[in-house]
């Protein structure tokens, strides 16, 4: 049971680690968030993570992210990743990837079963190899360890100690893991992002290697990248049958600030570019918005406007609602309840969305 500081009212789904509840981070957005911010704070310092985005005004120039980072000498970026040595920027340069990567026999658990190739079969013969479920078939798994926000929910939080590891894989040495029975990569993580240009060598090499055969390049991202690398990304993705699936974690910027960090400016602004390649190839669908349905503050106006946002723009894009383990910092909310999961649905369909699917099912608790 948890207390908001501002109005004192108690409820299960009231972290005492935030210490508000949404209402009045929504209402008192500038009171509430000092308080908030310094759990973000701890959260990095813990990591040893840049507490904000390094702004020097003798600093190098990141341009990967949102965050625009100006990075002084024997500095590091926001994301941890990216350092300044000898007035250079090191980390997520191609030669240079920070990761691990497994195979995932298809059909997986992504974010996209419901709708992808490689779930459904959408596409078939050219973006699939059969007409539902690719089974026999496995997906290469890339889980990169950096992130430009800093959720304290995080389901991935563990790669956090991994960001300033010395293990690196070349683009080419990933590439190479890419075989007969691959028929997708997706990149994941953390996120994408402080890694872009990794990933795009990574598909750009595996692409020329596949030699015309069946390979999807997928992303799972918070679509924090400056625009000229999305649309590197969007590409890849249009023209190989790949999807990408932005997460769509809040609208309100207080809600959003208070759970990442950070803004969902750049995210917002992406995704309604990538909306505008939808009508290029409808099937099987290029973007995906999905949401992480965390109790208390990921709630049905929340998602209503989300997903009011998305109908605006294209209402086929499908949109996915996923259920909520108490992770992280965040270990005091209870898990998704399943009338929590429903309202939302509705809420969304509502809004105008013709495809709303609820993911991680298993997840879901009976009603609290």
Known sequence: MGTCN????????????????????????DMVWPQIKNVHRHSRRAYD??????????????????????????????????RVQNGKIHGGRPHEGNLYYYYDPLPTNCVADFVCPAGTGCGYPRYAVSKGPEHGYRNLA???????????????????????????????????????KTNCICYFGGDPTPQILHAVKTSKIALK???????????????????????????????????????????????????CGVTHTKTIENFQILAGWTKKRPKPPLLIASTLLVPGYVDEPEVHEIAGFISSLDPEIPYSLLAFYPQFYLNDLPTTSRSHALRCRDAAKKAGLRNVHIGNVHLLAEDY
């Open 6 to 29: 501002f109005c004192k009212k108690s409820a299960k789904t009231i972290s005492n680690t935030i210490g508000f509840c949404a209402d009045c981070i929504r209402a008192h957005f």
């Open 49 to 82: 993570l840049p507490e904000d985005p390094p702004r020097s005004d003798h600093g190098i120039a990141c341009g990967l992210c949102v965050h625009d980072c100006r990075i002084p000498e024997n500095g590091t970026g926001f994301c941890g990743l990216r």
């Open 142 to 180: 890339v889980f990169y360890h950096a992130c430009a926000f800093n959720c304290l929910y995080c389901q991935n939080y563990h790669f956090k100690e991994h960001t300033f590891s010395n293990q690196k894989i070349t683009a080419k040495k990933l590439a190479r893991a890419v075989d007969k």
């Open 209 to 259: 290697d596949a030699d015309g055969r069946i390979l999807r390049i997928c992303w799972e991202t918070n679509g924090a990248m400056q625009e000229p690398f999305l649309k590197m990304m969007a590409d890849l993705s249009l023209k190989s049958g790949g999807c990408i699936k932005f997460d769509l974690k809040a609208w309100d910027p207080g809600i959003h600030h208070a759970l």
